[in-house]
């Protein structure tokens, strides 16, 4: 008798593989569930494998334009970055590849989901925290955390063990270098000989860009057009070609950024879970649009309402990073990010040349930038003589800690 049905977050790889046969051996009816968000993958040959596995049902579902409009914009709208250097592509998509993950167990009537992600990482606190969040019935099975499974199977060799046993076809090799994770916006490489941050990653691992030196040695020149703080149209300048859905414009920087070896880094990172763990990721598309962002949200937006802003960024960057992107806090902040951008709008252009992005100009109808009022020729309505006065009222405090500064006797 079925214990239930559980929905699957499914790969094709060797571990959600051998999750589903796992499933099934422990008397759970198993829906396969594959989100196209853009990675590189043979989704007829996912399906006939699941469909070889037992799957009772498989669902492949197109995401790329909704991950696109509704995670990857927020995120640009935010100038999210975590920790200074990550631009989040996978802490990006997990919301949106549970999200429906949720619609499908919902409509189908299944109690349960389950996914492949391991006991020490963030990808667990994501999918999981977006399915309560979703689906607060629901009940999770995640392998990795269940001893049964991770004392049976504690590594590769004995998954690929399984696998032969079980005939589970695989391409896997017991030896991996290193793992990695493809969506739409990013590539990231992690664990096995990346786990020293000692050591230089091969040039040969990097799959999405190509290496700087070796870029073309011709610039390219777009200009982005932004409203309400996302991009509506981009357009090489000086071969004519301009792409307007959000889809198609995501994917033409990815194409240009990639080209010109943009978006490389390899960082150490802490996890939410409590340890640092080195990364290296691949973001070109990412890469040029917040260089882009950044440029057209000075240049329209208030400095008051930006250095708040930019407060939020960073709290969106965390919360996203650690899981939360359906609670109510992360709800709160998207919405003052939103009401941030109703101005930032307009142009801007910039060069991309082996690794590097170099803004070149910009416009806007709603610039706060007075040619006439910042210009050294030009006076404008500007009175110099009143910068006396600002000046002494800033200095009142610096003078009276000077003052403190004497009294107890420290060297300056």
């Given at each position: 008798?079925?214990?239930?049905?559980?929905?699957?977050?499914?790969?094709?790889?060797?571990?959600?593989?051998?999750?589903?046969?796992?499933?099934k051996?422990q008397?759970?009816?198993?829906?396969?569930?594959?989100?196209?968000?853009?990675?590189?993958?043979?989704?007829?040959?996912?399906?006939?494998?699941?469909?070889?596995?037992?799957?009772?049902?498989?669902?492949?579902?197109?995401l790329?334009?909704?991950?696109?409009?509704?995670?990857?914009?927020?995120?640009?709208?935010?100038?999210?970055?975590?920790?200074?250097?990550?631009l989040?592509?996978?802490?990006?998509?997990?919301?949106?590849?549970?999200?429906?993950?949720?619609?499908?167990?919902?409509?189908?009537?299944?109690?349960?989901?389950?996914?492949?992600?391991?006991?020490?990482?963030n990808?667990?606190?994501?999918?999981?925290?977006?399915?309560?969040?979703?689906?607060?019935?629901?009940?999770?099975?995640s392998?990795?955390?269940?001893?049964?499974?991770?004392?049976?199977f504690?590594?590769?060799?004995?998954?690929?063990?399984?696998?032969?046993?079980?005939?589970?076809?695989v391409?896997?090799?017991?030896?991996?270098?290193?793992s990695?994770?493809?969506?739409?916006?990013?590539?990231s490489?992690?664990?096995g000989?990346?786990?020293?941050?000692?050591?230089?990653?091969?040039?040969?691992?990097?799959?999405?860009?190509?290496?700087?030196?070796?870029?073309?040695?011709?610039?390219?020149?777009?200009?982005?057009?932004?409203?309400?703080?996302v991009?509506v149209?981009?357009?090489?300048?000086?071969?004519?070609?301009?792409k307007?859905?959000?889809?198609?414009?995501?994917?033409y920087?990815?194409?240009?950024?990639?080209?010109?070896?943009v978006?490389?880094?390899d960082?150490?990172?802490?996890?939410?879970?409590?340890?640092?763990?080195?990364?290296?990721?691949?973001?070109?598309?990412?890469?040029?649009?917040?260089?882009?962002?950044?440029?057209?949200?000075?240049?329209?937006?208030?400095?008051?309402?930006?250095?708040?802003?930019?407060?939020?960024?960073?709290?969106f960057?965390e919360?996203?990073?650690?899981?939360?992107?359906?609670?109510?806090?992360?709800?709160?902040?998207?919405?003052?990010?939103?009401?941030?951008?109703?101005?930032?709008?307009?142009?801007?252009?910039?060069?991309v040349?082996?690794g590097?992005?170099?803004?070149?100009?910009?416009?806007?109808?709603?610039?706060?930038?007075?040619?006439?009022?910042?210009?050294?020729d030009?006076?404008?309505?500007?009175?110099?003589?009143?910068?006396?006065?600002f000046?002494?009222?800033?200095?009142?405090?610096?003078?009276?800690?000077?003052?403190?500064?004497?009294?107890?006797g420290?060297?300056?």
């Amino acid at each position: 008798m079925s214990k239930g049905t559980v929905v699957l977050a499914y790969s094709g790889g060797l571990d959600t593989s051998c999750i589903l046969v796992w499933l099934k051996e422990q008397g759970y009816d198993v829906i396969a569930y594959m989100a196209d968000i853009g990675q590189d993958e043979d989704f007829a040959a996912a399906r006939e494998k699941a469909e070889r596995l037992g799957a009772k049902k498989i669902f492949i579902e197109d995401l790329r334009a909704e991950f696109v409009e509704d995670f990857i914009w927020p995120a640009v709208r935010a100038n999210a970055v975590y920790e200074d250097r990550y631009l989040m592509g996978t802490a990006i998509a997990r919301p949106c590849i549970a999200r429906r993950q949720v619609e499908i167990a919902q409509k189908e009537g299944a109690h349960f989901v389950s996914h492949g992600a391991t006991g020490k990482g963030n990808d667990q606190i994501r999918f999981e925290l977006t399915c309560y969040a979703l689906y607060p019935d629901v009940k999770i099975i995640s392998p990795w955390r269940i001893p049964e499974f991770y004392n049976r199977f504690k590594g590769r060799k004995d998954l690929l063990e399984y696998a032969q046993k079980e005939g589970i076809p695989v391409t896997a090799t017991p030896q991996a270098p290193w793992s990695m994770d493809a969506n739409l916006m990013h590539i990231s490489y992690e664990s096995g000989i990346l786990e020293n941050p000692k050591s230089h990653a091969p040039d040969s691992l990097f799959e999405m860009t190509s290496n700087p030196e070796d870029a073309p040695d011709k610039r390219d020149v777009l200009e982005i057009e932004f409203k309400n703080g996302v991009p509506v149209k981009v357009t090489n300048v000086k071969e004519g070609t301009s792409k307007a859905s959000p889809l198609d414009i995501f994917s033409y920087l990815n194409k240009v950024g990639a080209q010109h070896g943009v978006g490389r880094i390899d960082i150490v990172e802490n996890r939410f879970i409590g340890m640092k763990s080195r990364g290296l990721y691949e973001t070109p598309g990412g890469t040029i649009l917040l260089m882009a962002h950044l440029d057209i949200e000075t240049f329209t937006m208030d400095r008051e309402v930006r250095r708040i802003k930019q407060g939020l960024g960073i709290k969106f960057s965390e919360l996203v990073y650690n899981g939360f992107w359906y609670s109510p806090e992360c709800n709160f902040v998207r919405h003052c990010i939103d009401k941030s951008q109703e101005n930032v709008e307009g142009k801007v252009q910039l060069s991309v040349y082996k690794g590097h992005v170099y803004v070149l100009a910009r416009e806007s109808a709603k610039s706060l930038y007075n040619e006439e009022l910042v210009s050294m020729d030009v006076q404008g309505d500007y009175d110099p003589t009143d910068a006396s006065g600002f000046i002494r009222i800033n200095a009142v405090r610096l003078k009276e800690h000077h003052r403190l500064q004497g009294l107890s006797g420290k060297k300056q």
